[in-house]
């Protein structure tokens, strides 16, 4: 679900489960994601990495989208191996859409020779994994100085949502039918 309302990304809705005040009746058992394009500007107070914090390494950026997920019933080992997964499959996205190579590197998209474009976290609350995970198109001038602009056009920011709403229900889809198809004996 592509959200038009939210303007600012400031960390808070990444502490406590978000998806059934989007998605009512309507929540996935598998997991859902939402996204939106907002400055995003998380300090101290709503920040999760503890690393970031003791740096004071916080997230700014003037224009990005941003993708935040919910999927219940997984630990935080499972978390993390999702977000690195799920952001490989977003850089790929991106490489195409951008025409340009990409690398991960542990949760981070890179633009080869260009920098840093992407910020991402993940934890587990109350059972559930939340993430986040925000594109840079314009990254502004409080970001830090290898933050990468993408320079997404509106209409490439609408589809890169899409297309990335797309894969996320199209993966869990797929790990669970994968969980159901093994023979124990």
Do not use: C
Not at 24 to 42: E, P, Q, T, W, Y
Not at 81 to 88: D, I, M, T, Y
């Amino acid at each position: 679900m592509i959200i038009k309302t939210i303007s600012r990304y400031d960390g808070r809705l990444l502490h406590q489960r978000f998806a059934y005040r989007y998605f009512g009746d309507n929540v996935n058992a598998l997991g859902d994601i939402i996204a939106f394009r907002a400055s995003m500007h998380v300090e101290a107070e709503f920040m999760i990495d503890q690393e970031d914090v003791l740096n004071n390494d916080f997230i700014y950026s003037d224009d990005a989208v941003n993708f935040l997920w919910e999927i219940p019933q997984l630990p935080p080992f499972g978390a993390v191996a999702f977000q690195r997964l799920f952001n490989h499959e977003i850089a790929i996205i991106l490489g195409k859409m951008l025409a340009k190579p990409i690398e991960v590197r542990g949760d981070d998209i890179y633009i080869i020779n260009g920098g840093k474009a992407s910020v991402s976290i993940t934890h587990v609350k109350d059972g559930t994994a939340l993430g986040h995970t925000g594109i840079n198109i314009m990254a502004g001038d409080k970001a830090p100085k290898f933050a990468y602009s993408t320079k997404l056009t509106d209409e490439q920011a609408e589809k890169f949502m899409e297309e990335v709403i797309a894969l996320f229900y199209t993966m869990t889809q797929d790990m669970f039918i994968a969980t159901t198809k093994v023979l124990s004996k």
